[in-house]
């Protein structure tokens, strides 16, 4: 049969496939590293990401990136 699950492809629930779109969401506009990505994802797809963690997440970020209505300082 060619719809068998292997332990090659692990099944996704839908909240799994969601948080991963999510996270490639938020790394591709530079929001997010993808250092802990596995745990990142683990986490939002159980609904186990509270705003400690998405702090954490994203503080580096905003850290590191001078806000847009910022002018650079001569």
Do not use: H, Y
């Amino acid at each position: 049969m060619d719809n068998q699950v292997t332990p090659e492809q692990p099944t996704q629930n839908p909240n799994e496939i969601l948080a991963q779109q999510i996270f490639q969401k938020l790394f591709d506009a530079g929001l997010i590293t993808d250092d802990g990505k596995a745990e990142f994802i683990k986490n939002l797809g159980q609904g186990k990401l509270g705003d400690s963690s998405w702090r954490v997440a994203l503080e580096q970020i905003i850290k590191s990136k001078p806000a847009s209505n910022e002018t650079p300082k001569t």
